[in-house]
């Protein structure tokens, strides 16, 4: 459905009918687990970002639970995580047996800095996971000489950096381990997965024998040996493991990234242009030595706007645009309520005044210019004098 009063979501995958052929083959083949599909995705995500290896997953936040774990961290580690992120980024480090500790971010890049972490580390940090949050890369050159003289290990949640770049390289490519998002919310999916990337060899293969439950072959391995293979299970893994169903999809979609982002650019550089005269509002940019995959098109309402996030977000529903609100803030969740930590207020502002506006591969010139229409509407409001719709 089209025209100037469509429903506009703020999100949609972008599936063609190679996706749908990618499927059809995998099922005749017969053979539809972790298998030869799975190997050749890796090998392409990997090419992609500039990383020397990738390890297909079940999910982000099982990648980054595999990250932490195989890179020894566990009871007793402490880690430092943006409350300002999705709450699987806390999660994983809990899944690992780790402790969470929470650190402000920096008001424009919504991102960990330098000293956002150094306001949070305490004598039991032995870990960092930067997030590169809707997308935005974070100064991972600061932050990655603050790791090593501090002797702390830095791990990137990716999960939505996928097409974003940092001094010239793909998000993935800069040394560290990371991770990202294959969730029909992110760039491209695979429905649901993640990938992990790392440069360290070593690393990569307990991270393939931790995903499926620590076994010393794989399946593909068994397959091709003449003779009977026996296995051994060499410490307790998980089952972590992605489909080749899903890496049939995945290959598909990253041959397309390239012409996903540069159209998501595109639309980010209308909105910016067009929202420049809409009072008390904050475009999203590249940050400094950086590209944004514009992954979430994340705008802040600054003092001045006259309605509160949440009149924004109903005000926008009524006139069937899907706005979501900005990141949230895992410190204020109960599954974290009284967690120790460091002030937040970066965090607590951002959170309760950001909104995701609509950027997808459907979305025109036309619609970007109907949702910034409504937007400058809602700023030109007097507060608390809510127009009847017209
Ligand atoms: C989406 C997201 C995740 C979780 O990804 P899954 O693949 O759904 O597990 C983790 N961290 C961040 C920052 C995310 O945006």
Redesign the pocket.
């Known amino acids: 459905m089209t025209g100037p009063d469509a429903p506009l979501a703020v999100m949609k995958p972008c599936f063609g009918p190679q996706e749908a052929e990618a499927v059809a083959e995998v099922l005749a083949s017969g053979w539809v687990a972790q298998g030869p599909r799975v190997s050749a995705f890796e090998a392409a995500f990997a090419e992609r970002v500039g990383a020397r290896h990738a390890v297909a997953v079940s999910?982000?936040?099982a990648g980054l639970h595999l990250a932490l774990t195989a890179s020894g961290i566990g009871p007793g580690d402490e880690v430092i995580v943006p409350s300002l992120?999705?709450i699987?980024?806390a999660n994983a480090v809990r899944h690992a047996g780790a402790s969470v500790r929470f650190a402000d971010v920096d008001p424009i890049t919504q991102n960990l800095t330098v000293a956002t972490v150094d306001a949070a580390r305490t004598p039991a940090t032995t870990a960092v996971m930067v997030?590169h949050q809707a997308g935005m890369p974070a100064e991972l050159d600061a932050l990655g000489r603050y790791c090593a003289d501090a002797g702390l290990l830095l791990v990137e949640?990716a999960?939505?950096a996928l097409g974003s770049t940092y001094r010239g390289r793909s998000i993935g490519g800069h040394g560290n381990t990371a991770v990202f998002?294959?969730?029909p919310?992110?760039v491209i999916t695979t429905g649901?997965g993640?990938m992990i990337t790392t440069d360290d060899a070593d690393l990569a293969r307990r991270l393939e024998r931790l995903r499926q439950h620590g076994m010393s072959i794989g399946a593909a391995e068994r397959h091709a040996a003449a003779q009977p293979m026996i296995e051994q299970y060499l410490e307790v893994g998980f089952n972590f493991r992605l489909s080749d169903i899903a890496a049939a999809v995945g290959l598909v979609q990253l041959g397309r990234l390239d012409e996903i982002v540069s159209h998501r650019r595109a639309l980010a550089a209308r909105y910016g242009a067009r929202l420049a005269d809409v009072a008390s509002v904050r475009a999203p940019q590249d940050p400094p030595g950086g590209t944004t995959n514009f992954q979430g098109y994340l705008v802040e309402l600054m003092d001045g706007f006259p309605l509160s996030r949440d009149e924004v977000l109903r005000r926008m529903a009524e006139r069937r645009i899907s706005l979501r609100r900005g990141i949230m803030a895992s410190h204020l969740e109960p599954a974290y309520a009284g967690h120790p930590g460091v002030a937040l207020p970066v965090t607590e502002r951002l959170t309760a005044r950001c909104v995701i506006l609509p950027l997808h591969h459907e979305l025109s010139d036309a619609d970007v210019d109907r949702v910034v229409g409504e937007l400058a509407a809602c700023s030109s409001e007097r507060s608390g004098t809510l127009r009847a719709t017209a």
């Open positions: 999910s982000c936040t992120s999705f699987a980024s997030v949640d999960a939505c998002s294959l969730h919310r992110k649901e993640g």
